[in-house]
């Protein structure tokens, strides 16, 4: 079992800066895969960014440019730096760990205002 803690989400205004960060805890099995998805009210989860153990990442269109996914593997820790936000970047962002079945936080909230 792997519980995944997410930390810094809040309000900033439209071109600020936040930075999210998920440390795991709890795993026996390495872990392949982490990132970030974001939940729209209403809709279904969406990819932000992950990133493998080789340090491949991929990140949505929406984002590119602007979001850096990183890890601290010492730490067990997955962070997403967001630059340049937007009002359309408001949603819950969970955090998301692949060890051999998918792992979840329990989501924080950003919301960037206009």
């Known amino acids: 079992q792997v519980q995944m803690e997410e930390s810094g989400g809040g309000l900033v205004q439209s071109g600020g800066s936040l930075r999210l960060s998920c440390v795991a805890s709890?795993?026996?099995?390495?872990?392949?895969?982490r990132g970030w998805y974001r939940q729209y009210p209403g809709k279904q989860r969406e990819l932000v960014a992950t990133?493998?153990?080789?340090?491949?990442?991929n990140y949505a269109a929406s984002v590119k440019g602007r979001f850096t996914i990183s890890t601290d593997n010492a730490k067990n820790t997955v962070n997403l730096q967001m630059h340049s936000l937007k009002p359309e970047d408001t949603a819950v962002y969970y955090c998301?760990?692949?060890?051999?079945?998918?792992?979840w936080g329990q989501g924080t909230q950003v919301t960037v205002s206009s």
């Open positions: 998301y760990a692949w060890a051999q079945e998918p792992y």
């Open positions: 709890g795993t026996r099995t390495s872990i392949k895969i």
């Open positions: 990133i493998s153990n080789s340090g491949s990442t």
